[in-house]
């Protein structure tokens, strides 16, 4: 069986789930709380996680009970870098086409407590004016450090966990003696 297109149909529906919550919090206007953006990270590593242990599972049921590691692994893997890529597809869509303005209205209701917090990892450095020029330049960033370090942490998280189901849903290989 082709573990890329029995993956996919996951990797969409974990990147389905993320873009429907996103959506429920745009329209329920709470997409500018500061805690969301928490929030959606762990949402993120929590849906590609249970994802791929489903899919590992499925896949194994699928594959008449015959699952190796390797499998476990790339599974894993491919859920990872699908649902990023469409995470980034609809951020990119949202912060250019949708609401260009994103960043702009967030750090506004947001100004106090991220102007502390800026402030607060470099104080020689940072001031006001360099944390108003960097709001400008937040939609053009959020594509340089967002997509690689969802990309880094659910890889590196994903792949843990898929070694985990691996190593416990793995069929071992009988050796035949001569």
Do not use: C
């Not at 599972?57 to 008449?64: E, I, L, M, Q, S």
């Not at 250019?96 to 407590?113: G, R, T």
């Not at 942490?153 to 994903?158: K, L």
């Amino acid at each position: 069986m082709n573990a890329f297109k029995f993956t996919l149909k996951w990797a969409v529906i974990s990147g389905a789930v993320l873009i429907v919550h996103r959506i429920a919090l745009l329209v329920l206007e709470m997409d500018k709380a500061r805690e969301v953006l928490v929030q959606q990270i762990l949402l993120f590593l929590i849906s590609i996680v249970v994802t791929s242990i489903i899919a590992i599972y499925r896949y194994k049921k699928a594959n008449n009970s015959s699952l190796t590691l390797k499998k476990a692994l790339q599974i894993g893997f491919l859920i990872t870098i699908i649902t990023t890529v469409l995470i980034t597809i609809y951020d990119a869509v949202f912060l250019i086409i949708i609401e260009p303005d994103y960043y702009q209205s967030y750090y506004e209701l947001n100004w106090d407590a991220e102007l502390e917090h800026y402030i607060s990892l470099n104080p020689e450095e940072r001031t006001e004016e360099t944390f108003q020029a960097f709001v400008k330049e937040r939609n053009i960033d959020h594509f340089k450090r967002v997509a690689p370090a969802l990309l880094l942490y659910g890889t590196i998280s994903n792949l843990i966990i898929s070694l985990i189901a691996g190593l416990i849903m793995r069929t071992k290989q009988h050796k035949i003696k001569n």
